[in-house]
């Protein structure tokens, strides 16, 4: 079943009715200044044909997508349509985006509703939803905390746009929490091999993978680069001028890589021993994709920081910094800021995602299919002398092959199935958190029909 098309009334959440304004303009009475008739159609640029829109793109934007020769006008759950109508099944997400699929009538709903009531305003002031958004997330987080450890602690969020400026979050958070807070500077910080954190300066130099730092020097100083799931690697590298530890739970774009049974009780043992902060990157892992919440309550352990983005707003940008009460206390006013984060629609979007996660049991749906997803891999692919290994978590898969997956990846597309590159060799799969068993049989026979086309005679 398509848990995304369920017919139930919108997610609710308690506001004042959004017709209730005084002094509004009206058609008879314009806001000074400016036309405010409500009877006129509203503004619609126009809708230009494929090749108008591939012209435009070769002239304007810069050259550093390789987009592929499709443009897509809308989707209905896990499926995109393209202008010529061909549909195709989404198992990207846009790279773990899309939580809810796309058209989902919740999420249709509340970017409607708070747009039409307020989108931005700067944190001046307050909205009515970004506390309550942070209140949601930190119980999650100390909830997780408490199950994981059985401690107690409080947390406090930042929030901004992106994944990328998280890790900056981060970054400024450890480096302050250590020279403020405890007074005594530790700015090094040790990253891992194969990670991915984003392409803003520091989250590019926090990116230990050379072909995304590339022409771009120099990086930021401090930064060390350990090798994922060795922890001596990673203890070599810390001394007294090191003060955090940077870490994604599972590696997304260095290959759905999954760290050895162990390591992170390992790593955090290590990290408390050294004084370090142990911040983990739960971007593409976080809200539920993993089968958990957030991806660290399966490793028994509980971080300093964490960081979430991409599914949190189900397409709208939101970025979330959550973390322990006395490292949050490093950000104290004028500290550090964002002009577009907590805006009230992305807060309002938030809270309706949330909310439709916990109602439908997306986090128990995407347990249940990628166990189905990684189990249909494994049966579909066995004996194939293409495939390195198959592995995942969750919705959270990649297939490693031997030969030319960008191939693979393209023919799968030609057949209706998205999926994208991770790594060098790894098909990856990150669908939707909506999917069904329909939907997983369906991506399984076309990418193995794909790779077999490119691959079996190779």
Excluded at 16 to 43: C, H, M, V, Y
Excluded at 74 to 87: E, L, S, V
Excluded at 266 to 277: A, M, N, T
Excluded at 282 to 302: H, K, L, P, S, W
């Amino acid at each position: 079943m398509l848990l995304a098309r369920r017919r139930c009334a919108p997610m609710a959440t308690t506001m004042p009715n959004a017709a209730a304004f005084s002094g509004a303009a009206t058609a008879s009475q314009p806001a000074e200044g400016i036309a405010k008739d409500r009877d006129l159609a509203p503004l619609r640029p126009p809708v230009l044909a494929d090749a108008e829109v591939f012209a435009l793109a070769q002239r304007y934007l810069t050259p550093n997508y390789k987009n592929s020769s499709i443009v897509f006008s809308h989707g209905d759950g896990p499926w995109n349509i393209a202008t010529d109508g061909r549909r195709y099944l989404d198992m990207s997400a846009g790279v773990a985006v899309n939580a809810l699929g796309h058209g989902h009538p919740d999420l249709v709903a509340a970017i409607a509703e708070q747009s039409a009531r307020l989108v931005h305003q700067s944190n001046y002031w307050h909205n009515q939803h970004a506390a309550v958004l942070a209140a949601d997330l930190c119980q999650r987080f100390e909830t997780a905390v408490l199950n994981t450890t059985g401690k107690t602690e409080q947390s406090r969020v930042f929030f901004c746009n992106s994944g990328a400026e998280g890790t900056e979050a981060t970054v400024k958070t450890a480096r302050r929490y250590h020279a403020r807070i405890l007074g005594k500077a530790r700015p090094g910080i040790v990253t891992v091999q194969g990670s991915f954190h984003g392409r803003t300066y520091a989250a590019m130099t926090a990116t230990a993978q050379p072909k995304y730092q590339d022409g771009f020097e120099p990086l930021v100083p401090g930064f060390r680069y350990a090798k994922f799931g060795d922890l001596a690697s990673i203890a070599a590298q810390i001394d007294d001028t090191v003060g955090a530890v940077l870490i994604e739970v599972v590696q997304g774009e260095g290959g759905v890589c999954v760290a050895p049974p162990g390591f992170f009780k390992e790593l955090r043992q290590l990290c408390d021993d050294r004084g370090v902060l142990l911040c983990l990157d739960e971007v593409q892992t976080g809200i539920g994709r993993t089968g958990t919440f957030f991806a660290f309550e399966q490793e028994g352990i509980a971080p300093d920081i964490v960081w979430l983005a991409k599914a949190l707003g189900g397409g709208i940008p939101v970025g979330a910094m959550i973390a322990r009460e006395a490292v949050a206390q490093a950000l104290q006013p004028g500290t550090h800021a964002t002009t577009f984060g907590a805006n009230a629609l992305c807060m309002y979007v938030g809270r309706v995602v949330l909310g439709v996660i916990d109602r439908d049991d997306l986090v128990g749906n995407a347990r249940r299919m990628g166990d189905l997803l990684l189990r249909e891999l494994k049966t579909a692919f066995a004996g194939k002398a293409y495939v390195v290994d198959i592995r995942g978590r969750g919705l959270m898969c990649g297939v490693q092959i031997r030969g030319d997956v960008k191939a693979v990846i393209e023919v799968a597309r030609s057949k209706g199935l998205l999926v994208s590159l991770a790594g060098s060799d790894v098909v990856r799969l990150t669908p939707p958190l909506v999917i069904g068993r329909e939907h997983v049989e369906f991506a399984v026979s076309h990418l193995l029909a794909a790779a077999e086309q490119v691959l079996a005679n190779a």
